[in-house]
């Protein structure tokens, strides 16, 4: 492992407002400040969610972390330091998650859009081998989402599911789920008519084109309906 440095680069925004007008690439940002329980992370990958730039903009300023910050709740990337009561990892592992114990209160001050971040050791696990650092890195935030819809609705083995918007984040991995892992009778989705083969690839039963049709309008009856959209 190369020598961490003090200092580093990352995007921060020191005002509230559109990200295109208060995102920041910043060359002079200091080291985040690891706790026992965290790990420093050296970032490989990051991905960004709908809430980052809610965040940018301030719809939760009243418990969003202190200004500046660097955004980011995604992360997959190389240990490169451990804290004191870690057991689960050491220098050098590998790892992704979702570095924010809870998504709107008091976010970490620097996320993942930086070169370096901490977390605390529960919220992340060995990166698969199988999957590369931006594959990893674009899972933590609405795979958690996804399942805790489900688990939340009651879903379980034999139900049939309707996604809306199922082409988003959220909604590939709901189909996933809801076909391959609870046992789903019947995955219906919706999507525009040029993604409705990534529904299908994906496990859907039914790829519904929201363009030319009113999921309203269909004759069956879903045990549940997932909107990702609203």
């Keep these: 492992m190369s020598e961490i440095p003090s200092h580093m680069k990352a995007w921060t925004y020191s005002e509230y407002g559109q990200s295109s007008q208060v995102l920041k690439f910043n060359h002079n ?32 300023k009243n418990t969003d972390s202190p200004l500046p910050t660097a955004p980011g709740y995604d992360v997959a990337g190389v240990v490169v330091k451990v804290g004191s009561q870690v057991k689960k990892f050491k220098v050098g592992d590998e790892v992704y998650g979702d570095i924010n114990v809870k998504a709107l ?83 219906a989705a919706t999507a525009s008519t040029k993604k409705l083969e990534l529904l299908r690839s994906l496990g859907a039963d039914l790829a519904i084109d929201y363009t030319k049709q009113n999921f309203e309008d269909l004759p069956e009856k879903y045990d549940v309906v997932y909107d990702t959209v609203d």
Aim: proline share 4%; net charge neutral; aromatic share 6%.
């Design 105 to 187: 209160e008091f976010p970490k001050v620097i996320g993942s859009l930086a070169e370096y971040t901490t977390s605390e050791e529960r919220l992340l696990a060995h990166k698969p081998k199988n999957l590369s650092f931006a594959e990893a890195a674009s899972l933590p935030l609405t795979i958690e989402t996804a399942y805790e819809g489900l688990e939340r609705s009651g879903f379980s083995a034999g139900k049939s599911i309707l996604v809306l918007g199922g082409a988003g984040g959220v909604g590939t991995h709901v189909i996933q789920l809801a076909k391959h892992v609870y046992g789903a009778s019947k995955v």
């Design 29 to 60: 940002v200091t080291l985040p400040e690891m706790k026992d329980d965290q790990v420093l992370i050296k970032v490989a990958a990051a991905s960004l969610n709908p809430i980052d730039y809610k965040r940018m903009e301030g719809h939760f």
